[in-house]
């Protein structure tokens, strides 16, 4: 069991053999994760450095819980209060950590193409868990393994991602990761939050929600990221949650079940209704649990270090 690649950058890298490598791999770390005690011994060797210039609640837990279940010691960086402040670059300080014998690097930054950066400068494995509005491909992975597990497959499954398409890196990975596994894909929203030419990634565009819902298997909500709007492109929070919001009036009057996911963080009231995000139809905590066995699954692969996982 390998990957083609040597960092996870993003999906838009991955065969789909890579996907199902990392699917198959993670179904035998959830089987780890049900134990009494849910932790195998396999990277006992390895050190990982988590390394976040952006803020992160999910993400950062998730990829420290994996690390430490697989036995991987971890180190945690945040650029805050740290020498980044005095001017240090973004090589300087990941070599640094390398040289304290650290194997690879967990890294979320706020630019765009970071990691593809960092990937041309050190010789460690990366893992991207987000880079600016562009990949978070262990979000896209955790997103596709909780659809296959919920609708026993993700082939021919009509996904709507819905909400700030323009600045979410979520729902590019997504679209690469669902395409590469045979998915339908849908994006809608407001037309000022769904990028042009959109289309040409092999995805339909719908500006209404409501037609998006009766057309989908499964909708994928997205967060409003104000923090990267740097001008209006929408009136009010209010306007939006009651063109966009998807709400319970608005499920019930579909004539099935649809499926709702949605990454988190959640602006409840604005793009979701608590009475759909706790409602049954939700696996939202579903995503968040599969998260840990999919990135055990993403690093075991990349330490190369193969052999039995189950011990
Ligand atoms: N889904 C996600 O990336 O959440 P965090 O920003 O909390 O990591």
């Known amino acids: ?25 993670a179904d035998n770390f959830k089987q780890v994760l049900q134990r009494p005690i849910k932790k195998v011994p396999s990277l006992r060797d390895t050190t990982v450095a988590n390394i976040f210039f952006e803020n992160s609640t999910r993400t950062r ?15 945690n960086f945040s650029a805050s209060g740290s020498s980044v402040s005095k001017g240090e670059t973004l090589i300087d300080t990941v070599n640094n950590i390398l040289a304290m014998k650290v194997d690879m690097v967990v890294m979320r930054h706020s630019a765009s193409g970071a990691p593809w950066f960092l990937a041309n400068h050190i010789d460690a494995a990366i893992v991207n868990a ?25 082939k021919g499954k009509r996904i709507a991602i819905l909400g700030d398409i323009m600045h979410s890196r979520v729902a590019l990975s997504n679209i690469f990761c669902l395409k590469k596994l045979g998915a339908e894909v849908t994006v809608a929203g407001p037309p000022t939050l769904i990028p042009k030419h959109i289309q040409d990634l092999g995805v339909r565009v719908e500006y209404n929600i409501k037609k ?32 966009y919001g998807v709400n319970k009036d608005m499920l019930d009057s579909l004539k099935k079940n649809i499926v709702i996911m949605h990454p988190g963080p959640i602006n409840r009231g604005v793009e979701l209704n608590s009475d759909v995000a706790d409602s049954k139809q939700s696996i939202i905590l579903d995503q968040v649990e599969n998260g840990v066995a999919i990135r055990m699954a993403v690093i075991y692969l990349l330490s190369g270090k193969g052999g039995e996982i189950t011990e």
């Open 1 to 25: 069991m390998s990957l083609s690649v040597k960092h996870l950058l993003g999906i838009k890298e991955l065969q789909p053999e890579d996907i199902e490598t990392i699917f198959r791999t």
């Open 61 to 75: 837990i998730s990829f420290e819980l994996a690390e430490k279940r697989l036995g991987a010691d971890v180190v």
């Open 130 to 154: 987000g880079d600016g509005i562009n990949e978070h491909p262990t979000q896209a992975l955790l997103d596709a393994y909780s659809i296959r597990e919920r609708l026993g497959g993700v």
């Open 212 to 243: 998006a819902l009766e057309w989908c298997d499964v909708a994928n909500v997205l967060r409003i990221q104000l923090e990267r709007q740097h001008k209006p492109l929408f009136s009010t929070l209010r306007e939006y949650a009651l063109y």
